[in-house]
Every structure is written in C-alpha cells, then in structure tokens.
C-alpha cells in the first residue's frame, strides 16, 4: 500500500494494484489455483503414459533378445540370422567388422560350429524417446566343444523397422576372460627390439 498525504493532512491509502499491474492479487485467485494444479496432474498422467509406453517397449526389445538367444542355442542357423537388420554391423573380438548379412551368416556359422551350448541374458535397456531404437547390454555364456567355456558382455543396438518388428543393427560381444599371450613372436620380432 502506499500512502499519500495531501494539504488536508488526511492519508489515503492506494492499492499498488492501481498504478502497476502486477497481477498478484489474480495468481491467488481459485481459478489460477485450479488451472495450475490441472497443468500439473495433466503433467503427471502424460509422465505417466510415457513410462508405461518406455516399459511396453523395453518387453518389446527384452523379448526379442531372449528369443534370439533362444534360437541360437538351438543352433538355427537361418533364424539366428534373422535377428540382424540388411544394414547391420557385427563386431567380434580380435577380428574385423563384420557388414553384411553373408558375413554375419558366416561368422555365425563358424561359432555355431564350435560351441556346444550359448545363451545370453540382458542386463539393461535404454529405448530412445522416439521409441524406434533401444540399447541392451548383458552377459553371455558358451561351453565350446572342446569343454572350455566363454563368459563375457555384450552391447546390441536394436532398431525398430517399419513392420514394427525389433532387428538388430550394431552387435558388439567380448569375453571376460583374460587375453591368450602370443604362442610365438611375430616374424622379425627379435630384430626390431
């Protein structure tokens, strides 16, 4: 409020509300309560409705994965395939990328030839906003032929293609065990030192 003394040596008091408009006095009315606790339960339900859909698509991708590991250990070559989108890159350990489906069929074809047993399990997922890519990492396990047995980690960047059906893009994989030292020097080895 503010105070005003005129010649009369009366005060009047003025709302500030006159000179300035500061719209105090109607952010404290109920309407201005009402609509911001609506914005904020409309916030709420639509924060809501996301995650719901973020966890629908998360199964989505999960259950996809198990699947893939499933058909590997069943050893079908032809759906173990399958998985992969046309444009996908594999990247195996100590070996370079693999960018086409007969090089992703070959290399599977040899693992499939020296293990006995493989299955893999997802650890985490993480689905972009757009809901068309998801990033899932896990760990695996193998039990080759000879009886010596694998376990390491694995990241897979899974698309969404336009049938609406999970495929892989870019798989990555690599063993937790230690690195195997070189049976023999390289050839000139002891020259160059």
Known sequence: MLRKIYGSGC???KNIDDRFDSRLDKAMKPEGLFLSAYVALLSFAFVGTTAAADSKLEKAVR?????WSKVAAAKDLDKTVAFYADDAVVLPPNQPAV????GIRNLWKGFLDTFIDISW???RVEV???GDMAVLTGTYEMTMKDGSKDKGK???VWQKKAEGKWKVGIDMFSSDLPAQPASSPGPGAAERK
Do not use: F, G
């Open 11 to 13: 005060q009047v008091r």
């Open 154 to 156: 694995y990241c897979e």
């Open 128 to 130: 972009a906003k757009s």
């Open 63 to 67: 259950d996809a994965d198990a699947e």
């Open 99 to 102: 960018t086409n489906k007969d």
């Open 121 to 123: 399990k997802t650890t």
